[in-house]
Every structure is written in structure tokens, then in C-alpha cells.
């Protein structure tokens, strides 16, 4: 069967370096997504990542291997408005998106 | 308005009633999605609608009922419902379904509650 692991909850400190780790075994792959979904809002699209490698996007970092079936998150200068639900999602060789079931992060002060 | 916008936000009905959840994008795609987000669990898409034309239906029960009449709205008809069908759906849009990015965009989501 086809399988994202993220943990289900995380926490961390406000100005902090936070790393959101997202394993999967799928059928093919064809490009990994990370979401930032705020409680009660819309999932929003933060990073795509189809080949190896980091993707730096301000704050935010996304890495995959794909030989590993890994990918992360890279939260840096971590602000309260930070505090969110991030879900990985892979793209299988149907291009149909398997989800992971989301990382909770919360920021403390 | 700009990106996608869902109706009602909240919703309580007995397993009884008959309800309709309502999406509307005004981005210019051509896919609208169907997914249902449980507490802890992965999104669970329900359909998936390319150029007005249903291309997937994983499965879902025929007590929902999708219906896109045009590219920019779609419907999801409920009824006889379950308790277990209270979740939160979530309506999103693409430009159109297959290769590339394709990033979907959300709407956030109409909470549904089933007594």
C-alpha cells in the first residue's frame, strides 16, 4: 500500500529552528507538496519539491531524496503565527496526491 | 471575491434532512476537488471534477452526491447521512488535473456536523 508518515505533533520554542521530517513509500513519485493549514483556515501550498535537494523560500526550507523516500520541513526564526498543521502530500505515477495525516506544531514563547 | 469560497462553514443536520455543501472559484481552473479531512487523519478525496467532467470517484457512498454545473461552481448534495460522515469538507481547485505542478488551492472548508 501506498504510506506518508509526518509525526502528529511538535513543539517548539519562538525564534527557533524547527525540522518537520515526511517519509513515504509510494507507486512512483512525481513531485512532493507541503501545506501549512491553520486551524479553521484553508490549507495553503508552501513548497514543491520534484527533484533532490533543498528549496529555500524565505523562513521556509523543503528538502527531498528521493533514493530515500524522505523529505522536510525546515521552519527557521520561528514566530507565533507559525503554530499550524503542515501536511506532505506525494504525487504517485497516477499523479493521483497521497496524503500524510498532518504535523501539529505548536510555538511556545 | 478571489480564490475559493465555500458555503456554508458550518453545518448541523440529522441523518434525515437533505443539504447541499456550495463551492465557488473565481481563479480560472479548470479542476475542482471534493476531500474529506477527519480529525488525525490523511485528506480522504471524494471526487475530483476536470473540464466540468466527473474523473474520479473513490468509492464514496452514494449518500453523497457531487453535481459541477460549470467549471467555477460545484455542489456537494447530502443526504441520509451518518455520524460518521461529520468531518470537514474541503473544496479546492486546480488548473486542470495530470502533470506539472498543479497546486491545489483550498477553500476552508465547511464543517459538518451529523447528529
Known amino acids: 500500500g501506498q504510506n506518508i508518515d509526518q509525526p502528529t505533533e511538535m513543539t517548539a520554542t519562538e525564534g527557533a529552528i524547527v525540522q518537520i521530517n515526511c517519509t513515504y513509500q509510494?507507486?512512483?513519485?512525481?513531485?512532493l507538496f507541503w501545506y501549512q493549514q491553520h486551524a479553521g483556515e484553508a490549507p495553503t501550498f508552501l513548497s514543491y519539491?520534484?527533484l533532490d535537494g533543498l528549496e529555500e523560500k524565505g523562513r521556509f526550507s523543503s528538502f527531498l531524496s528521493r533514493s530515500k523516500g524522505y523529505s522536510y520541513l525546515l521552519l527557521k526564526e520561528l514566530q507565533m503565527k507559525d503554530s499550524a498543521s503542515y501536511l506532505c502530500?506525494?504525487?504517485?505515477?497516477?499523479?493521483?496526491?497521497?496524503w500524510g495525516a498532518g504535523t501539529k506544531l505548536i510555538i511556545k514563547p | 471575491e478571489t480564490g475559493v469560497t465555500q458555503t456554508p462553514r458550518h453545518l448541523v443536520m440529522g441523518m434525515t434532512n437533505k443539504k447541499s455543501l456550495k463551492c465557488e472559484q473565481h481563479?480560472?481552473?479548470?479542476?475542482m476537488y471534493w476531500y474529506k479531512q477527519s480529525a488525525k487523519k490523511p485528506l480522504e478525496l471524494m471526487f475530483v471534477?476536470?473540464?466540468?467532467?466527473?474523473?474520479e470517484n473513490n468509492s464514496v457512498p452514494s449518500r453523497f452526491s457531487p453535481e459541477c454545473p460549470n467549471s467555477s461552481h460545484l455542489f456537494l448534495h447530502l443526504h441520509t447521512l451518518q455520524p460518521e460522515d461529520s468531518a470537514l469538507y474541503l473544496c479546492?481547485?486546480?488548473?486542470?488535473?495530470?502533470?506539472?505542478?498543479?497546486?491545489?488551492?483550498f477553500g476552508a472548508g465547511s464543517r459538518l456536523t451529523v447528529l
Open positions: 519539491n520534484v
Open positions: 479546492a481547485s486546480s488548473q486542470a488535473t495530470g502533470s506539472g505542478a498543479n497546486v491545489l488551492t
Open positions: 502530500a506525494v504525487r504517485d505515477s497516477n499523479y493521483q496526491l497521497i
Open positions: 509510494t507507486s512512483g513519485f512525481n513531485g
Open positions: 481563479l480560472g481552473h479548470n479542476a
Open positions: 471534477y476536470n473540464f466540468k467532467e466527473q474523473t
